[in-house]
């Protein structure tokens, strides 16, 4: 019987240690320039925020650094979709120290925060640094590391988060709707038209790749339904992307056979 409990104890305490949070925590507060940042108005509006949480520590430094350079690399394809904050972990260290190791190591002209309002205990337990990539109107957690950084596999995330993230603004025009979702062999997608419009449908895997371009043709104003098959696309998360001239509209699904 002891050791019947002893074992669901060390089941719960690695299971809920292992939790991947998949909700980013909400915060409002002044960054180190006075400038408010309330972080759900940021990823409502269709930023990408990259938290880069540091002690400050030297192990934080590349890993901090290497986060910035990726970031930076969107600037022209995505302009200031895709933004830095620079976070002191617990918002125990004072704005002028943050800045000042910053500066030390060319982490500059970013986002800097440090109130304990904000604080790396919302992704997990302590780490030199904590890496995090939060996105669109669900305010999705797309990517988590401690202690290092894979670039790729940011990079990575960073463009799941753009794929996911779409024009949000068209939803209004297209009233897009896909089922069955999970799919298995085929969906269907139904949206509305208030103008006559050319369209395309494309699929995009995880990793932000076109796996698929299913229909382009004219379409009159209202109400239309399409079918697509899947044949050919293993299990996993996709996004349906609807193209209409430049606006474009995602959504997102998973094939599960």
Not at 113 to 142: C, E, F, R, W
Not at 220 to 249: A, C, M, P, R
Request: charged residues 15%.
């Amino acid at each position: 019987m002891k050791k019947s409990l002893l074992i669901l104890y060390l089941f719960l305490i690695l299971g809920f240690s292992n939790f991947a949070q998949t909700t980013a925590t909400d915060f409002n507060v002044n960054d180190c320039s006075g400038v408010s940042k309330h972080l759900f108005t940021e990823l409502d509006a269709g930023k990408i925020i990259v938290l880069a949480m540091v002690n400050p520590c030297a192990s934080c430094v590349n890993p901090a650094k290497n986060a910035l350079s990726v970031v930076k690399s969107y600037a022209t394809s995505n302009p200031g979709k895709v933004v830095y904050y620079l976070v002191d972990d617990y918002g125990n260290t004072t704005c002028s120290q943050l800045l000042s190791w910053g500066t030390s190591y060319g982490i500059t002209g970013v986002v800097t925060i440090s109130d304990a309002l904000v604080n790396q205990g919302q992704y997990g337990g302590a780490a030199m640094p904590k890496i995090v990539v939060v996105g669109g109107t669900n305010h999705t957690v797309y990517f988590k590391q401690d202690n290092a950084l894979n670039t790729t596999s940011l990079t990575n995330a960073i463009n799941q988060a753009i794929t996911a993230s779409g024009n949000d603004e068209l939803g209004a025009d297209f009233q897009l709707s896909l089922y069955p979702n999970p799919s298995t062999d085929k969906i269907f997608v139904s949206y509305f038209l208030k103008h006559n419009t050319d369209l395309s449908f494309e699929i995009y895997n995880m990793l932000g790749s076109k796996v698929k371009t299913m229909l382009q043709d004219n379409f009159v104003s209202g109400k239309h339904e399409s079918v697509f098959d899947l044949v050919g696309l293993s299990n996993g998360i996709y996004f349906l992307k609807i193209n209409s001239g430049t606006n474009s509209q995602n959504i997102r699904f998973t094939i599960s056979k």
